[in-house]
């Protein structure tokens, strides 16, 4: 039997009560919210969101970017040295109510 993750989610009121978000977008926060608590960011790649949330990547890429506009995360590239390619994307929480660590 196959075991599922054992972990909770939290969305603070600010992205609770945020009128301009969808409910994916609140839940991909909570995701993102759960995968930063050990170092304080998350880098998981579209795919991961894509697979444990089953949603298209078209449909993720309005989740994060209402949560952008929102001012409740942000994503930074992180490039390989002497390069334009991406190396990996950090997505922080930024919302003030919620400490990270």
């Known amino acids: 039997?196959?075991?599922?993750?054992?972990?909770?989610?939290?969305?603070?009121?600010?992205?609770?009560?945020?009128d301009?978000?969808?409910?994916?977008?609140?839940?991909?926060?909570?995701?993102?919210?759960?995968?930063?608590?050990?170092?304080?960011?998350?880098?998981?790649?579209?795919?991961y969101f894509e697979k444990v949330m089953k949603i298209s990547q078209p449909t993720l890429n309005r989740a994060f970017a209402e949560l952008e506009n929102g001012g409740h995360i942000t994503r930074q590239l992180i490039y390989k040295p002497e390069s334009k390619e991406v190396?990996?994307?950090i997505i922080r929480i930024t919302d003030s109510t919620y400490n990270q660590r």
């Open 1 to 18: 039997m196959k075991q599922e993750p054992n972990y909770y989610g939290i969305i603070p009121a600010p992205v609770l009560f945020d």
């Open 20 to 47: 301009n978000i969808s409910c994916r977008s609140k839940i991909l926060y909570a995701h993102i919210i759960t995968l930063t608590r050990k170092e304080g960011f998350c880098w998981a790649q579209n795919s």
């Open 87 to 89: 190396d990996m994307r």
